[in-house]
């Protein structure tokens, strides 16, 4: 059974510095992993896709890697904003047949403060 | 707006009374998820539709829970004699399928969050 863990639950940073958010999965046949973020209350806004066969995907001063044989991805935000201020949570489709299975599992996010 | 829509936003239900949410994916997507997420977790999936057909169930979604797609555009969930562990954030998320070996990215609506009292 797939399981996701984000690590830390929780992370507070002053305004400018970099980061790091961790996501492990259990089952390295994946098909994909997706970034998301969730502002209170609100949906989930998709950051980046990364396919089981790329090691990274940017946007902006987003990074996410993904090392499938270890069964880790990891989102770097360069230049932490107050705007950035949400939960982030990771995503992964399982590879099944030589397609992919149609639903997402998540881990429980890391809640990112950025204080000014 | 061209985004995942999900009405309503927000519902407040007495425990026994039935509830209906409706969703309206990106149009042209021909797939549609239904998801749950609870207070501090994340979301679970519950079901999805290929077109009109409803091709996958979890076993979260008891038979207090249907979920329909008519048409192949909009889905509705409805949840009869709610209950209080019912309490939750609704998503309804769409993607666009054209062939397998595809990545179809699924995107998010703002979701209805139920409080069953």
């Known amino acids: 059974k797939q399981e996701v863990t984000q690590i830390p639950a929780a992370l507070s940073v002053p305004e400018g510095e970099n980061l790091v958010l961790n996501c492990s999965f259990t089952?390295?046949?994946?098909?994909?992993l997706q970034w998301f973020r969730q502002d209170p209350g609100k949906g989930l806004t998709s950051l980046l896709l990364?396919?089981?066969?790329?090691r990274e995907q940017t946007s902006g001063r987003l990074n996410a890697s993904l090392d499938k044989s270890s069964g880790r991805s990891t989102l770097y935000i360069a230049a932490s904003q107050p705007g950035d201020s949400a939960t982030y949570l990771c995503?992964?489709?399982?590879?099944?047949?030589?397609?992919?299975?149609?639903?997402?599992?998540f881990g429980t996010g890391t809640l990112l403060a950025v204080q000014p | 707006d061209t985004g995942v829509s999900q009405d309503p936003r927000h519902k407040i239900t007495k425990r026994g009374q039935n509830v209906t949410f409706r969703c309206d994916p990106i149009?042209?997507?021909?797939?549609l998820y239904w998801y749950r997420q609870t207070l501090g977790q994340g979301p679970e999936f519950l079901t999805y539709?290929?077109?009109?057909?409803?091709?996958?169930k979890s076993r979260l979604l008891s038979d207090r829970f249907s979920a329909e797609r008519p048409k192949g555009s909009f889905s509705t969930l409805e949840i009869q004699r709610t209950e209080q562990g019912d309490s939750a954030m609704y998503l309804c998320?769409?993607?666009?399928?054209?062939?397998?070996?595809?990545?179809?990215?699924?995107?998010f609506g703002p979701g209805t969050r139920l409080t069953v009292l």
């Open positions: 998320a769409s993607s666009l399928n054209l062939r397998q070996g595809l990545a179809n990215e699924q995107f």
């Open positions: 089952d390295s046949a994946i098909y994909n």
């Open positions: 990364i396919q089981s066969s790329q």
């Open positions: 995503a992964v489709r399982r590879a099944n047949y030589g397609g992919a299975t149609n639903k997402l599992i």
């Open positions: 149009s042209e997507h021909n797939r």
């Open positions: 539709f290929q077109n009109e057909a409803q091709l996958e």
